[in-house]
């Protein structure tokens, strides 16, 4: 039996608890958040477990194995770090930290202290994208053209981070998920109407195999739009998040060239076949997240969301970020971008 605390009980923090708290072999032993009516909530929801506004309470705690932290990502890399340092097992909210050089930091200690980090990207448990996973692995795609996806609705307005520090951590870690590479470089701009952090934000991102990555995330869209493309040189899908069956369309069109007397006469044939939708499972994402995060304690295997999934995530949106206040210059993507120690990015507001 896993005992496991949960740092957080605000926004996704109950829905983190209450997926563990499902799992026979997982119980919710302690429930910490600053906020009255957040604790309030959690014993009502966890009358057994210890209810605290202290975090240390939770880390040192000898009565739990693992922590979950579901908090502002400003605080993950001091709570993971002290969570590691008392031996216990971390499941940390997305984005994993706030700086590149957090997330080696984090990384380098589980594996020296041989305990999991797993990173909720919760997306990545979807049937959609598990799916869409299966068909790339297997080919029926073909070899990639581009990924590109829109994330926009009116609000929810952060007040410690931009928009993509909010929404592309969800696209930016499918993407890496789907793709299995990482981009050499970005180009982003975007833009601040209302209180000091980017609200709408457009990113590219450049594939060493000449695929090409395009997210539009963006808080002031009249509308909420939850779409991705991807488009191989044999087949083309496209997800609906927001469709209530067919969330996964594949389509049999395409675009083939032949040469006829040279290259100067190209010509470009288009191929249209029939549209399938594939069978998609319903379990819920972090239903399967919880239980494979359990399943990785007990067996020692590694997540395939771990830390370093985490860490490329958090790399793109550096450069990202930097690509933004430069005005949309190529920035490129990679270890070699450095930064101090647990210092907290212009993109991020200081905590009170």
């Given at each position: ?14 829905n ?35 209810v605290v506004t ?17 908090t502002?990502?400003s605080?993950h890399?001091?709570l ?5 340092k008392?031996g ?53 795609l ?12 009116l609000?929810l ?11 592309a ?9 789907l ?7 970005v ?9 000091g ?16 990555a395009h ?20 087949k ?10 067919e969330?996964v369309?594949?389509?049999?069109k395409g ?8 290259i ?8 249209s076949?029939?549209?399938w ?10 239903q ?29 949106l550096e450069?990202?970020q ?17 930064r101090?120690?647990n ?5 991020f507001?200081?905590?009170?």
């Amino acid at each position: 039996m896993l005992r496991l605390g949960v740092i957080g009980y605000g926004y996704w923090g109950p829905n983190v608890a209450r997926n563990f708290a499902m799992q026979p072999d997982c119980r919710v032993t302690i429930i910490c958040d600053s906020d009255p009516a957040a604790r309030a909530r959690a014993l009502i929801q966890y009358p057994a477990a210890q209810v605290v506004t202290d975090a240390s309470a939770v880390v040192t705690s000898p009565e739990i194995d693992a922590v979950a932290i579901v908090t502002p990502v400003s605080t993950h890399h001091a709570l993971a770090r002290q969570t590691l340092k008392n031996g216990k097992h971390v499941f940390v909210e997305k984005p994993f930290t706030a700086t590149s050089e957090q997330a080696e930091d984090l990384i380098e200690l589980a594996e020296r202290k041989k305990l999991v980090i797993m990173v909720d990207h919760t997306f990545l448990f979807t049937g959609a994208v598990r799916k869409m996973k299966e068909l790339i692995d297997q080919g029926v795609l073909g070899r990639l053209y581009y990924y590109d996806s829109t994330r926009v609705n009116l609000g929810l307005f952060q007040h410690d981070v931009n928009v993509v520090w909010d929404l592309a951590p969800h696209d930016l870690s499918i993407m890496d998920h789907l793709i299995d590479l990482e981009p050499e470089r970005v180009v982003a701009t975007g833009q601040a109407h209302l209180n000091g952090f980017e609200d709408i934000a457009y990113i590219t991102l450049y594939f060493p195999n000449c695929v090409t990555a395009h997210i539009n995330v963006n808080w002031l869209s009249p509308v909420k739009v939850r779409t991705t493309l991807v488009g191989g040189e044999r087949k083309m899908l496209v997800w609906n998040d927001l469709e209530p069956t067919e969330k996964v369309k594949v389509y049999d069109k395409g675009v083939e060239l032949e040469t006829k007397e040279g290259i100067y006469n190209l010509l470009v044939s288009y191929r249209s076949g029939d549209m399938w939708a594939p069978r998609i499972e319903q379990t819920e994402a972090l239903q399967l997240e919880t239980r494979y995060f359990l399943d990785c304690v007990s067996s020692g295997q590694e997540p395939f969301n771990d830390g370093r999934a985490g860490l490329r995530v958090v790399r793109m949106l550096e450069a990202i970020q930097k690509s933004l206040k430069r005005g949309g210059e190529p920035v490129p993507i990679g270890s070699s971008q450095q930064r101090t120690m647990n210092a907290v990015p212009e993109v991020f507001a200081p905590l009170d």
